[in-house]
């Protein structure tokens, strides 16, 4: 197949001048890479026009859960170049996903040079200079080889896919969403699988978030498991806090926890606030009693880069009365009704807990700005950083 050349331009299929949200917008491929054991990773293909039959595969596979992904953002940035943002990281990130499930991982050339193969494919689709959209890049990882014994699958499929992308929350800094702690759903075990993008720790989430949408929350947040004390992180970004410290600087607070995602932005945001800003930086455990304490707290991930928090509810539940409910007696004999627990909790009553933060913040909207800066190339030094990749860019 020869390829038809890539215009450098924001392609005319897409009307840039309204909002383009957050949706798919067909863009021109995605490429796709195999692995067997006898080959390898195979030289990747990019795959023009129709989706269909690979996600289909995608959505089908036998694969366990054996499955990953990662989430990042190219900019046309002010010189006119196309750069992504720190993405060595989400290469590294994905080598420990995969292990986690025993998969193989794209190395990091090979990570890198489908990175590029794909934007480059897709210039036209990365969002005007100014617009504050963004590519955001998709890569995954599944088993994709016929497996029914409980084993690795014989065959992994490595994607990335790429599309155009506004700001995800439509209100941006000025607008603080709420967030729930919910007490029936711990994310992570302490010694579990929380610190990698797993899809395993995505899917249990689904539900609850739909839950705490239809009362009115827009992200839902954990505490640790085990204790149920301290603050780990939202469903899909990482939780930063700030105060001001004696010595008048602001500090900017994360948890520290081996089963929290070690976010890109959240690692990027504190670094930015010691380098650009000159905070103190502080990552350590936080106590749920600690919250109250904060100035202002945002949720920090990729595709929103900050969310603002205004009002964080936590249930907690008082446990209700045990009543026997069928008339097993352990040693089962005749007719037991195997759809009903022995006991049911009955009574059971959730108390909320409500922290709120009276005003949009103005700290994290410091930083917040110079994040935004520095990936379009608008932050003074931005160079000195090295970030942007590739240096010279596409
Ligand atoms: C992806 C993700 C984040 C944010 O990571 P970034 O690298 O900043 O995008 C935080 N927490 C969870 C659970 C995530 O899945």
């Known amino acids: 197949m020869t390829l038809e050349t ?3 331009e924001p392609t005319s299929t897409i009307d840039w001048s309204q909002p383009i949200g957050f949706k798919y917008r067909h863009p021109r491929s995605h490429i796709k890479y195999i692995w067997t054991k006898e080959t390898g990773w195979d030289k990747g293909e990019l795959v023009r ?3 269909t039959v690979t996600m289909d595969i995608a959505a089908t596979a036998l694969h366990y859960g054996q499955t990953c992904f990662e989430g990042m953002k190219a900019f046309r940035m002010k010189d006119g170049k196309i750069r992504i943002f720190r993405p060595e990281l989400n290469a590294q990130r994905i080598q420990e996903s995969c292990k986690a499930a025993s998969m193989e991982a794209p190395p990091l050339p090979v990570f890198l040079d489908a990175l590029r193969r794909v934007v480059e494919d897709n210039l036209d689709f990365v969002p005007p200079q100014g617009s504050n959209g963004s590519m955001y890049i998709r890569p995954f990882v599944f088993g994709s080889g016929p497996q029914l014994g409980l084993s690795p699958a ?3 499929t ?4 790429v599309n155009p992308v506004g700001p995800y929350y439509a209100g ?3 607008s603080p969403v709420k967030a729930l702690i919910a007490h029936s759903l711990d994310r992570a075990a302490p010694h579990g699988t929380g610190n990698t993008k797993l899809g395993g720790n995505y899917a249990p989430v689904f539900a609850s978030t739909s839950v705490a949408s239809a009362k009115g929350f827009t992200v839902n947040l954990f505490l640790d498991a085990a204790t149920n004390t301290h603050i780990e992180e939202f469903a899909t970004s990482n939780f930063a806090g700030c105060k001001r410290g004696a010595d008048g600087k602001t500090i900017y607070v994360t948890p520290r926890s081996g089963s929290i995602l070690k976010g890109v932005t959240n690692r990027s945001c504190a670094e930015l606030a010691s380098r650009h800003l000159g905070w103190n930086v502080e990552r350590r455990e936080i106590s749920w009693d600690e919250v109250k304490d904060f100035d202002e707290v945002v949720a920090t991930g990729t595709a929103v880069v900050m969310t603002p928090i205004g009002e964080i509810h936590r249930e ?5 009365k045990k009543v026997k409910v069928s008339a097993d007696t352990g040693a089962t004999t005749g007719a037991y009704d195997w759809d009903k627990d022995a006991e049911e909790e009955v009574g059971a009553e959730v108390d909320v807990q409500i922290v709120k933060f009276s005003k949009p913040p103005t700290e994290f909207r410091k ?3 110079a994040v935004l800066d520095l990936q379009q190339g608008n932050l003074p030094g931005w160079q000195d950083y090295g970030w942007m990749w590739p240096a010279e860019g596409i």
Request: no cysteine; aromatic share 12%.
């Open 6 to 8: 890539v215009s450098r």
């Open 49 to 51: 026009g129709n989706h």
């Open 154 to 156: 014989p065959e992994f």
């Open 158 to 161: 490595f994607i990335i896919l």
């Open 172 to 174: 941006g800094m000025g």
């Open 316 to 320: 907690i539940k008082r446990p209700g």
């Open 367 to 369: 930083l917040y700005d």
